[in-house]
């Protein structure tokens, strides 16, 4: 167990990245595992936990949060008619199967590498948050049979990776098929809930060495963590709604781009062992 001096800043950093990731994501429509994953991995490597497995914890963390977040996010749009179920009902196999092999990935790799696959996937979508427009499409209906379910695949095992639920990959693959932006938001939080549940089961059950867990860790799910981070973005997600309409998000969702990219590009660095 840390002892106070340690707990203390800790849990105030805990507290920070949770507020700051629960307005993001209502004022912005991100989700907050792409700020999570990250803000963990500073939190608990700068106390010395984690050893090999600190990625592993706070993807499997940061999932574990948005099991709860997606949940909620479902069953607010639903009451709004946005979430498209048919969509759900077509994807879920793919997404699923996406999100075991995506745990299979992850519990296996070392952490400078999971650091590098997260920081390019990062760079990816901070990338094409900041250049992306209206007018680019992959289609103009959503796709079907095969390709639907590679893409399904692709969106649950890449979600898994970086630790972050449906937003990232799932609102840019429907958008990019013709799907209105809300209805997109919508039922990626939905992909969210598949690609969370499942993972989180089987990260339960992953054994790392006892002896390099933060404290209150089942599996690689830290539990002091997840509660922190759930209770505070529950608390100030509407603040960001609030806020998103008072004000134009579209170039605060840039400057937020910028910094995505700068961020990755910082993990990028650590995963090859600059200093």
Do not use: C
């Not at 940061?62 to 048919?86: F, P």
């Not at 990232?168 to 429907?174: K, N, P, S």
């Not at 690609?195 to 799910?221: C, D, E, M, R």
């Not at 973005?233 to 609030?242: D, F, H, K, Y």
């Amino acid at each position: 167990m840390p002892d106070l001096s340690e707990a203390v800043p800790l849990l105030a950093f805990l507290v920070a990245i949770g507020a700051m990731a629960g307005v993001l994501a209502g004022l912005l429509g991100v989700g907050g595992g792409i700020i999570l994953v990250p803000a963990f991995y500073y939190a608990f490597s700068s106390l010395g936990y984690g050893g090999d497995y600190i990625m592993q914890i706070s993807i499997a963390t940061s999932l574990a949060t948005i099991v709860v977040t997606s949940l909620r996010s479902v069953a607010s749009h639903n009451r709004k008619g946005a979430v498209q179920w048919d969509t759900l009902k077509g994807w879920a196999p793919g997404i699923v199967a996406g999100a075991i092999l995506g745990v299979s990935v992850t519990t296996v790799l070392r952490t400078s590498v999971l650091q590098g696959v997260f920081g390019v996937l990062a760079l990816l979508v901070g990338s094409y948050m900041l250049l992306a427009r209206d007018s680019w499409r992959l289609g103009r209906a959503m796709p079907t049979g095969a390709l639907r379910h590679g893409f399904a695949m692709a969106v649950g095992g890449l979600s898994v990776v970086m630790g972050i639920g449906g937003g990232a990959f799932g609102v840019t693959l429907q958008t990019l098929f013709g799907r209105p932006i809300h209805q997109a938001v919508a039922t990626a939080a939905g992909f969210g809930v598949l690609i969370a549940v499942p993972s989180v089961v089987l990260f339960l059950f992953v054994n790392p060495p006892t002896h390099a867990l933060p404290p209150y860790t089942v599996g690689v799910v830290n539990l002091i963590a997840f509660a922190i981070i759930v209770g505070m973005t529950l608390l100030t997600a509407p603040l960001g709604v609030w806020l998103a309409h008072r004000t134009d998000p579209r170039p605060l969702k840039r400057y937020f781009a910028v910094f995505l990219i700068f961020m990755a590009l910082n993990m990028i660095r650590k995963a090859v062992g600059w200093s």
